[in-house]
Nanobody, 122 residues
């Protein structure tokens, strides 16, 4: 069992930065690949960024070059650094864990956090 809890969301102006944190618990969490997803009102949940167990990363085209995912096993935390934020980045952001090597499909993630709201004002 893996428990995930996001934090760090808030209101920021366009062009600004935020860092989201995902605190993970459960003794096996480091054996999972991790991902960040987001869901805007009236839209489907979409993949944002992923990090494999070995630390390699992959991103949605819409955030490539602006967002960065990382994991700190010593702190049991996964991060999403978001720079050059745009109004279209406004959404609830979710952290998730998957047993697969890597995937961008939300249906293939096994555990989810409760989400944290990010609002970017233009």
């Amino acid at each position: 069992q893996v428990q995930l809890m996001e934090s760090g969301g808030g209101l920021v102006q366009a062009g600004g930065s935020l860092r989201l944190s995902c605190a993970a618990s459960g003794r096996t969490w480091t054996s999972y690949a991790m991902g960040w997803f987001r869901q805007a009102p009236g839209k489907e949940r979409e993949f944002v960024a992923g990090i494999r167990r070995g630390g390699s990363t992959y991103y949605a085209d819409s955030v490539k070059g602006r967002f960065s995912i990382s994991r700190d096993s010593a702190k049991d935390t996964v991060y999403l650094q978001m720079n050059s934020l745009k109004a279209e980045d406004t959404a609830v952001y979710y952290c998730a864990a998957t047993r697969l090597f890597s995937t961008t499909s939300s249906g293939e993630y096994d555990y989810w956090g409760q989400g944290t709201q990010v609002t970017v004002s233009s």
